[in-house]
């Protein structure tokens, strides 16, 4: 399967991606100014599952084929714009009502959510598409097993760092919480932006 030496090279390569802010980073922070901890971890839970699922379809081939697809590439990338602005819409809506109020905003709304945000994101397969074959060597056994442990040490790394982001959040979202008016501002306005980063996203 995967030798330690190339797992060695990977950890190092998939931490320092894990750390860089993105897309997911500013969703479980987001998730912890308006809801506190268990809601961003819960959200990151649900990005990593989403995660390991673009993982195994591009360990199946299936990623190469949405990459070859304009039209099904942006299918799922307005679909992705549209759960944004409408968590947006969800977060204003509430304002100024209990921190875990709304859709979205409490445990199984945030790992839904965070689920539905990574999958209607086809940049995370081209990413994997592009990442992970690097390490993968098809004379070392299954090729999709490699992709799935090479998956789970970047699934992993992402839950805990996006994980203790959405927590650390959740300090200052608490010190917030009398002013829900402009924390639901906040929230939204990080939402609009995710939605508005994913609609200008180009294939390559």
């Not at 969703?27 to 993982?55: E, T």
């Not at 099904?72 to 990338?77: G, K, L, P, S």
Request: charged share 10%; hydrophobic share 55%.
């Amino acid at each position: 399967m995967v030798d330690l030496i190339t797992l060695a090279a990977f950890i190092p390569a998939a931490l320092a991606l894990n750390l860089t802010p993105g897309a997911d980073m500013m969703f479980c922070l987001g998730q912890g100014l308006r809801s506190g901890p268990r809601a961003a971890i819960a959200a990151s839970a649900g990005i990593g599952l989403g995660g390991m699922v673009h993982v195994t379809l591009a360990g199946l081939g299936l990623g190469a084929l949405i990459a070859t697809l304009p039209w099904a590439f942006d299918a799922i990338r307005w679909m992705g714009v549209g759960y944004l602005l409408y968590l947006a819409w969800q977060a204003l809506r509430h304002q100024g009502g209990a921190r875990a109020s709304g859709p979205g905003l409490g445990v199984a709304g945030a790992f839904r959510a965070g689920l539905i945000v990574n999958l209607t994101n086809p940049k995370v397969i081209l990413f994997v598409l592009a990442f992970i074959p690097q390490f993968v060597r098809p004379d070392a056994g299954s090729v999709l097993g490699q992709f799935m442990i090479f998956g789970a040490v970047l699934g992993i790394g992402g839950f805990v760092i996006n994980g203790a982001v959405g927590v650390f959040a959740s300090g200052i979202g608490r010190r917030m919480v009398r002013g829900g008016r402009t924390l639901s501002w906040i929230t939204s306005a990080i939402f609009v932006a995710l939605a508005a980063r994913l609609a200008v996203l180009e294939r390559a």
